[in-house]
């Protein structure tokens, strides 16, 4: 029965696989940003798609040093990869977000880096 049932979702993806790639976005967007209540929903999109984007951004600066940080990025890939199939709620994407906002600061620093290094720094 289990074969059947994989062969089957195998064919449906090959068939159509952007449908199938626009589902697994989604199911990506809602494991950031969806929770049980509705309740803080816009207050968790708010707070984590900057961070997410700025993680993204960090970690694309470790391009040199990626065998440094690749247990880091298949945690994260692993979480986001098993529960976005499963139950996308941001409740079970808690437990790696801290890792996610050490490289959204790591990204923060590139962009100060990169484009903000030419200002002068105010002095308080």
């Known amino acids: 029965k289990n074969e059947i049932l994989i062969k089957t979702a ?3 993806i090959i068939s159509n696989p952007l449908l199938y790639l626009k589902i697994v ?3 990506i967007w ?3 940003t969806f929770t049980i209540t509705g309740t803080y929903d816009l207050y968790i999109k708010i707070i984590n798609v900057p961070l997410v984007f700025l993680a993204l951004f960090g970690i694309f600066s470790f391009y040199r040093r990626y065998d440094d940080f ?3 990025f298949f945690l994260i890939a692993y979480i986001i990869c098993i529960y976005s199939l499963l139950i996308s709620m941001f409740r079970y994407f808690v437990p790696v977000f801290p890792i996610v906002i050490l ?3 790591s990204g923060i620093d ?3 880096l990169k484009y903000l290094n030419n200002y002068k720094t105010l002095e308080v």
């Open 10 to 12: 195998k064919e449906k």
């Open 25 to 27: 976005i989604f199911k």
């Open 30 to 32: 809602k494991l950031l």
């Open 70 to 72: 690749l247990p880091l």
């Open 103 to 105: 490289f959204s600061a």
């Open 110 to 112: 590139r962009i100060f």
